[in-house]
């Protein structure tokens, strides 16, 4: 099992609280959430260690964490949710806010919007900007990120095909440094589109010409292999930050049987083309593939409207087995858009907080889930542009 260490005092045990309480404060005001680098010890934290290649179990002492659900390609959504968390500046220089802030991005920010390798830009520029002040930036990988590896490109949007032609384009004016293209490409990719916009033409014969050259573009960068692919493949399917896991879908009692890190290796060897034998990589299929796989479970996030006593009895054994075998509290996952926002279910021991933000699939306010000593709290802008937050406590 990998180890290393980034930067960050034990939580105490959680408790996972039912009652709730509406504060609204601010955005000038001493607001606890964006004050993320407040220690209650008053001290220096303990570093965050991570075990696991990708990072599986990740021991953070201390920290705020702040967990982003679903953005499907919005790249201006995802930036609201990001100021709401209170990591991301506001003057559009896009730098870190946070200070010692454990952020978590819960997968699917690929498919339905134009602006997929923008997002992805900026998550890993925030990461290494956020290590460098003790705190952290982690995704997991949903189904639409292992669909589009693939190559199930059903969902992706016009613009999405185009900027991966474009990015294709500013890689190779990089001779393929990856690392200097990718970091690069957040702040190069409001031009492309902006040039785009220039050249639209939506009747022209060349369209069907550009959109084939986009999704050979897209090939090439998430084929198995490709450089894209191998991004997404520095992420976990599954990840366990101090008491608390985090997945895309849901995590049932058979996968962790099966090994959690066990899954995230495989899936990460496969998006990377690789194999034992050399030959072709092993398909994941426990964690990728089937209703009840990690990325596309359903069974904690339905709306619990429409079952019976039973029914709801039975998911919560499933959920409660399933935290007591990874010694874990409580479950975050995305995946299913709620319509009543960022919500816990079975005892608040899962929280899901795909509310649905980008404009390809339900365009409404963003919400981000914070966690503060094992206490959970929904934070929301209150209005359109947010001069004003609220908080829903679980205390």
Not at 19 to 46: D, F, I, M, Q
Not at 54 to 75: E, M, Q
Request: aromatic fraction near 8%; charge should be negative.
């Amino acid at each position: 099992m990998a180890s290393s260490c980034l930067n960050s005092l034990i939580l105490p045990p959680c408790s996972l609280p039912r009652r709730v309480t509406e504060t609204c404060a601010s955005l000038s005001s001493s607001y606890p959430a964006l004050n993320p680098t407040s220690s209650s010890t008053g001290g220096a934290l303990k570093p965050i260690v991570i075990n696991g290649d990708p990072p599986t179990f990740v021991s953070a002492p201390g920290r705020r964490i702040v967990a982003v659900g679903d953005v499907h390609g919005d790249l201006d959504q995802a930036r609201c949710a990001l100021e709401i968390a209170g990591v991301l500046s506001s003057d559009g220089q896009d730098l870190w806010t946070g200070g010692e802030t454990v952020l978590i991005q819960l997968g699917d920010v690929l498919d339905r919007g134009g602006e997929e390798i923008a997002i992805l830009s900026l998550l890993r520029s925030l990461d290494i900007q956020a290590k460098a002040q003790g705190g952290a930036v982690f995704q997991v990988n949903g189904n639409h990120e292992t669909m589009n590896v693939e190559g199930d490109f059903r969902y992706v949007d016009s613009g999405a095909f185009d900027e991966c032609s474009d990015f294709l384009a500013y890689l190779e004016d990089h001779q393929y440094n990856w690392e200097n293209a990718f970091l690069g490409w957040i702040g190069e990719s409001k031009r492309c589109r902006e040039d785009r916009k220039l050249s639209q033409n939506h009747w022209g014969p060349w369209n069907l010409v550009k959109r084939q050259k986009g999704v050979i573009a897209r090939s090439i960068l998430l084929r198995p292999g490709g450089p894209l692919a191998c991004e997404l493949a520095r992420h976990a399917v599954v990840l366990k930050i101090n008491d608390w896991v985090f997945c895309h879908g849901g995590l049932l009692p058979r996968h962790v049987a099966y090994g959690v890190e066990r899954m995230n290796y495989e899936v990460s060897q496969w998006m990377r083309g690789f194999s034992e034998d050399d030959t072709s990589p092993n398909f994941p299929f426990i964690a990728t593939k089937g209703f009840d796989s990690v990325v596309w479970n359903r069974l904690y996030s339905r709306d619990m409207l429409g079952l019976e006593g039973y029914q709801i009895n039975q998911i919560q054994s499933v959920l409660e087995e399933t935290l007591q075998l990874l010694g874990a509290k409580a479950m975050v996952v995305g995946h299913t858009p709620q319509s009543t926002g960022v919500n816990c279910k079975y005892n608040c021991s899962i929280w899901c907080i795909d509310v649905g933000m980008s404009s390809g699939v339900l365009n409404s306010r963003p919400e981000v889930l914070e966690i503060v000593e094992n206490k959970a709290r929904v934070i929301r802008s209150k209005r359109d542009r947010f001069s004003e937050l609220q908080a829903v406590d679980y205390t």
